[in-house]
Nanobody, 119 residues
């Protein structure tokens, strides 16, 4: 069974930084695209950033220049460095990964981690 476990959320003042990490575990053969999404109460989940296995990235317009996504293919991890945080970045952040696994390939999601930015 594949699992994604996130860490690094919390409370920070506007202008501050947080680093989110996500580690995939299980009988994984490889991971294609990995990404971070966020969802506010009553709203649809939206893409924040994603990165392919080869390192190509794309970002939501609202976070370009402030957030940086990276990954370690050997460790099956993805990281989101968030700088210059704004109150509107407050959300639950979810890690996602397109996993090729032994007997259980598919798209997987983490449990979510809360990020709160105070003004």
């Amino acid at each position: 069974q594949v699992q994604l476990v996130e860490s690094g959320g919390g409370l920070v003042q506007a202008g501050g930084s947080l680093r989110l990490s996500c580690a995939a575990s299980g009988r994984i053969f490889s991971i294609n695209t990995m990404g971070w999404y966020r969802q506010a109460p009553g709203k649809q989940r939206e893409l924040v950033a994603r990165i392919t296995r080869g390192g190509s990235t794309n970002y939501a317009d609202s976070v370009k220049g402030r957030f940086t996504i990276s990954r370690d293919n050997a460790k099956n991890t993805v990281t989101l460095q968030m700088n210059s945080l704004k109150p509107e970045d407050t959300n639950v952040y979810y890690c996602a990964a397109a996993v090729v696994a032994y007997g259980s390939s598919g798209d997987y999601w983490g449990q979510g981690t809360q990020v709160t930015v105070s003004s």
